[in-house]
C-alpha cells in the first residue's frame, strides 16, 4: 500500500488517500481513551464549529462547542461517544481542509507507546511520512522551476 502514495498514478494515490481515513478510524478503535482524545484534538484543530456541524451527526460540534476555547480539550466521556467511524468521516473532511493536520497525526502516533505495537498504527504513520515527504518533494521542485524574477541591471 505504501507503493500507491509514490505512484504517479492518480488512481493509486486516491486508493490510498481513501486508506488513509480508513486506517485512521481503526488506529482510534484500538488506541487508548487518552490517546483517542489527543487524535481528534489533533483532526478538530483546523475546523470551525460550521464545518463540524455536517460531520457525524454533529458530534463534533458538540464538542467543540461544550469546549469554548480555541485551544481545548476533549474529556474522556465525550471520547466514549466517538465511534470509530465518525472518526473516519471526521479524517475525510479534514483530509480535505489541511492535508497537513491529519499528516501531523504521524508525530503523534509515533510518541505513544500503547500504539506503537499496533499495526495499522505502524502502516498509518509510513504513510503519513511518505505522503509528507512527497509533498515537499513536490513544493522544492515547484521553486526550483519557478525562480525568483531578476531586477534588471543598470548599465553604464
Same mark, same amino acid.
Given at each position: 500500500? %505504501?507503493?500507491? *502514495?509514490? @505512484?504517479?498514478?492518480?488512481? +493509486?494515490?486516491?486508493?490510498?488517500?481513501?486508506?488513509?481515513?480508513?486506517? $485512521?478510524?481503526?488506529?482510534?478503535?484500538?488506541?487508548?481513551?487518552?490517546?483517542?482524545?489527543?487524535?481528534?484534538?489533533?483532526?478538530?484543530?483546523?475546523?470551525?464549529?460550521?464545518? &463540524?456541524?455536517? *460531520?457525524?451527526? !454533529?458530534?463534533?460540534? !458538540? $464538542?467543540? &462547542?461544550? @469546549?469554548?476555547?480555541?485551544?481545548?480539550?476533549?474529556?474522556?466521556?465525550?471520547? /466514549?461517544?466517538?465511534?470509530?467511524? +465518525?472518526?473516519?468521516?471526521?479524517?475525510?473532511?479534514?483530509?480535505?481542509?489541511?492535508?497537513?493536520?491529519?499528516? %501531523?497525526?504521524?508525530? &503523534?502516533? @509515533?510518541?505513544?507507546? @500503547?500504539?506503537?505495537?499496533?499495526?495499522? /498504527?505502524?502502516?498509518?504513520?509510513?504513510?503519513?511520512?511518505?505522503?509528507?515527504?512527497?509533498?515537499?518533494?513536490? /513544493?522544492?521542485?515547484? +521553486?526550483?522551476?519557478?525562480?525568483?524574477?531578476?531586477?534588471?541591471?543598470?548599465?553604464?
Amino acid at each position: 500500500m %505504501n507503493a500507491m *502514495i509514490d @505512484s504517479p498514478d492518480p488512481i +493509486d494515490r486516491q486508493a490510498a488517500e481513501q486508506a488513509i481515513p480508513a486506517l $485512521i478510524g481503526q488506529v482510534y478503535e484500538c488506541a487508548p481513551p487518552a490517546e483517542r482524545g489527543r487524535m481528534l484534538e489533533q483532526l478538530l484543530q483546523p475546523l470551525g464549529v460550521l464545518s &463540524l456541524v455536517a *460531520i457525524a451527526h !454533529g458530534i463534533f460540534a !458538540g $464538542i467543540r &462547542l461544550r @469546549s469554548g476555547a480555541r485551544d481545548f480539550h476533549i474529556r474522556l466521556d465525550e471520547v /466514549t461517544r466517538v465511534q470509530a467511524s +465518525d472518526v473516519v468521516a471526521l479524517a475525510q473532511h479534514v483530509q480535505q481542509v489541511s492535508v497537513e493536520a491529519v499528516d %501531523n497525526l504521524a508525530q &503523534l502516533l @509515533s510518541a505513544s507507546p @500503547s500504539l506503537a505495537a499496533s499495526a495499522a /498504527t505502524a502502516l498509518l504513520v509510513a504513510m503519513l511520512v511518505k505522503r509528507r515527504r512527497a509533498r515537499q518533494a513536490h /513544493t522544492a521542485m515547484q +521553486d526550483d522551476e519557478d525562480p525568483a524574477p531578476v531586477a534588471p541591471r543598470d548599465r553604464p
